[in-house]
T-cell receptor, first 109, second 112 residues
Framework: EDKVVQSPLSLVVHEGDTVTLNCSYEVTNFRSLLWYKQEKKAPTFLFMLTSSGIEKKSGRLSSILDKKELFSILNITATQTGDSAVYLCAVQGAQKLVFGQGTRLTINP | NAGVTQTPKFRILKIGQSMTLQCAQDMNHNYMYWYRQDPGMGLKLIYYSVGAGITDKGEVPNGYNVSRSTTEDFPLRLELAAPSQTSVYFC???????????FGEGSRLTVL
């Protein structure tokens, strides 16, 4: 059965800190890995990764995939209170998109 | 563009009642999905559709039914509601099978 595990489940940091969120997976016929940010309502798309070692970057957020070790990380530098959210990792395999349980990130001023 | 529209946003049901969650998208996406999200958990796939007339089960289909008579609409029906179906339901669509999902705002359902 396809599985996606995120760690940590919860993280509290101060504004300005850098954080790294982890996502490991066991998926048959891997096709892509996606990161989403979820505030109060629907998840919003951040990144889609398909190739190992190629960093995707958007402002203070970046992500990279390691298909050999079966994991991805999401980095957020110079965190702001607006980064507080649940970050979801999802992997597309033979089944449809399978989500991890999410990391709840809280940024304190 | 409205994107993905779900109705209702909130609903309280009694045990044994039935209801339909509506989902419509105006992006001409072939792929549509229904997920549920329980508190503190990720999203679990209930049903999905790869095009009009074609639906298939996801991870947690029991107690639900879907239909896809048009490209735009993908309603989710709950028969004989149970407290275990208390959750937030998200409808989503995508242009490609491996592409970005676009989500609706969610429907919060409580079964008492």
């Amino acid at each position: 059965e396809d599985k996606v595990v995120q760690s940590p489940l919860s993280l509290v940091v101060h504004e300005g800190d850098t954080v790294t969120l982890n996502c490991s997976y066991e998926v048959t016929n891997f096709r892509s890995l996606l990161w989403y940010k979820q505030e109060k309502k629907a998840p919003t798309f951040l990144f889609m990764l398909t190739s190992s070692g190629i960093e995707k970057k958007s402002g203070r957020l970046s992500s990279i995939l390691d298909k050999k070790e079966l994991f991805s990380i999401l980095n957020i530098t110079a965190t702001q209170t607006g980064d507080s959210a649940v970050y979801l990792c999802a992997v597309q395999g033979a089944q449809k998109l399978v989500f991890g349980q999410g990391t709840r990130l809280t940024i304190n001023p | 563009n409205a994107g993905v529209t779900q109705t209702p946003k909130f609903r309280i049901l009694k045990i044994g009642q039935s209801m339909t969650l509506q989902c419509a998208q105006d992006m001409n996406h072939n792929y549509m999905y229904w997920y549920r999200q329980d508190p503190g958990m990720g999203l679990k796939l209930i049903y999905y559709s790869v095009g009009a007339g074609i639906t298939d089960k996801g991870e947690v289909p029991n107690g639900y039914n879907v239909s896809r008579s048009t490209t735009e609409d993908f309603p989710l029906r709950l028969e004989l509601a149970a407290p275990s179906q208390t959750s937030v339901y998200f409808c989503a669509s995508s242009y490609e099978e491996t592409g970005e999902l676009f989500f609706g705002e969610g429907s919060r359902l409580t079964v008492l």
